[in-house]
């Protein structure tokens, strides 16, 4: 059998078309009868390579673990699963907060859609020198977009970065003749804004607020900055969010933000925990 391709479908931006098959049942589209509409149907857990905005170089390329779902009307049996990979396929030159909410929009339109939703998350490296010696190294941090389009079409965008710390435990330091137990950490950073933040003021607010951040290449005479460093300014986790908290809580361009921090501790077998969210809106991801 043969088919005949028709291009005619659902034109959007940049000259990304839907092809149909006029010869072929769209089973989709096939009207259902159970009168039950979804809130999210689509793709998960995609690798996918994309190009993202770096501060420093102008662009970098990574790849990212991509979720993508829209909502289903009760009328339709299912979505254009294909659609998706499509659609992301021509925006892989560049994911970043200033061309989300496009995304978020075309996804609608491609897919006949009221609601849309994205979760972007990938490895970003940043150049990094040891504290004396200078020594370069890359440090890669685990970053996030998250975003989605209601009906109405009100856009809501959220950006995370993933930031490893170190941390001296001040009671450690407090009760001991010599030392004080310290350990890595993880702090989640996550935030709404008025305009667009780089990834990269996120992560040095983020180790600005720690005992001391980590490096990926030390000499012995930055090890012994840091470990001094790190003495010097012990920090609970506690101390730790709330540090951050009042640093975002006085920037007026953060509209919201959710804040944790997780110590591996060294001495005991169990993680050590906080978290701080400002605002109203939900932080359910």
């Not at 839907?18 to 039950?36: A, F, G, K, V």
């Not at 970098?60 to 990979?85: E, Y």
Request: net charge negative; glycine share 4%; aromatic share 8%.
């Amino acid at each position: 059998m043969q088919f005949r391709d028709t291009i005619h479908c659902l034109e959007i931006a940049n000259g990304l078309k839907t092809i149909s098959y006029p010869d072929m049942e769209d089973i989709q589209n096939l009207p259902d009868h159970r009168n039950c509409s979804i809130d999210k149907v689509g793709i998960k857990n995609l690798r996918y390579p994309i190009t993202v905005l770096d501060r420093k170089n102008g662009f970098q390329q990574t790849v990212a673990t991509i979720n993508m779902f829209v909502d289903l009307p009760d009328r339709f049996k299912g979505t254009h699963m294909s659609r998706f990979v499509e659609l992301l396929h021509h925006f892989r030159t560049e994911v970043s907060l200033k061309t989300f909410s496009v995304i978020l929009e075309q996804m609608k339109t491609h897919l006949d859609a009221e609601s849309s939703h994205v979760e972007i998350i990938f490895p970003y490296f940043i150049e990094k020198k040891a504290p004396v010696s200078d020594s370069p190294g890359l440090m890669d941090y685990t970053c996030g977009i998250y975003g989605s389009i209601d009906p109405k079409g009100k856009v809501d965008l959220i950006s995370e970065v993933v930031v490893p710390i170190s941390s001296v435990c001040p009671c450690s330091k407090e009760i001991s003749d010599a030392g004080a137990h310290n350990q890595r950490g993880e702090v989640r950073l996550r935030t709404r804004f008025k305009k667009f933040i780089w990834m990269e003021d996120m992560i040095e607010l983020v180790e600005n607020s720690a005992s001391c951040d980590v490096y990926s290449v030390l000499k012995r005479i930055d090890e012994k900055c840091v470990t001094e460093r790190g003495f010097d300014n012990p920090k609970f986790v506690e101390d730790i969010v709330r540090d951050i908290a009042i640093k975002l809580k006085a920037d007026d361009n953060i509209t919201w933000f959710s804040v944790s921090a997780e110590n591996f501790e060294s001495i005991h077998n169990h993680s050590a925990y906080a978290y701080i969210k400002n605002g109203d809106a939900p932080d359910n991801r």
